[in-house]
């Protein structure tokens, strides 16, 4: 399968989507920024970046307001936990996998 196919996919539906996962990681608080790291090489700091680096106007708290759907200090105090040596090793390791790039 082209792995560039996703560039044929239509704004509107990308965007959508793009919302979609948004609105669901605003909704699995359980589902933690470290975990998310760890598992996949990004998290919802990141979409924050990336929002921006898209031309997202607002500076990085106000983008990680929009991902998180409160700000960021809010959503910290409320819903991260304490990363483990072992959930920091491993979100090391995902890194590597995404080639220099988040």
Known sequence: ?????ID???DDVAAAAFR???KHLQKRHDAQNIELMGLAGFCR???????????????????RAVIHGMPFDEWKAAYQTEATPKQL????????LNGGTH
Do not use: H, Q, Y
Not at 1 to 5: K, Q, R, S, V
Not at 45 to 63: H, M, P, Q, T, V
Not at 89 to 96: G, I
């Open 20 to 22: 979609r996962l948004v």
């Open 45 to 63: 700091n990141c979409l924050s970046d990336w929002i921006r680096d898209a031309g997202f106007e607002g500076d990085k708290a106000a983008a």
């Open 1 to 5: 399968m082209d792995t560039n196919a």
């Open 89 to 96: 090793a491993r979100m090391e390791e995902s890194l590597k």
């Open 8 to 10: 044929a996919v239509p």
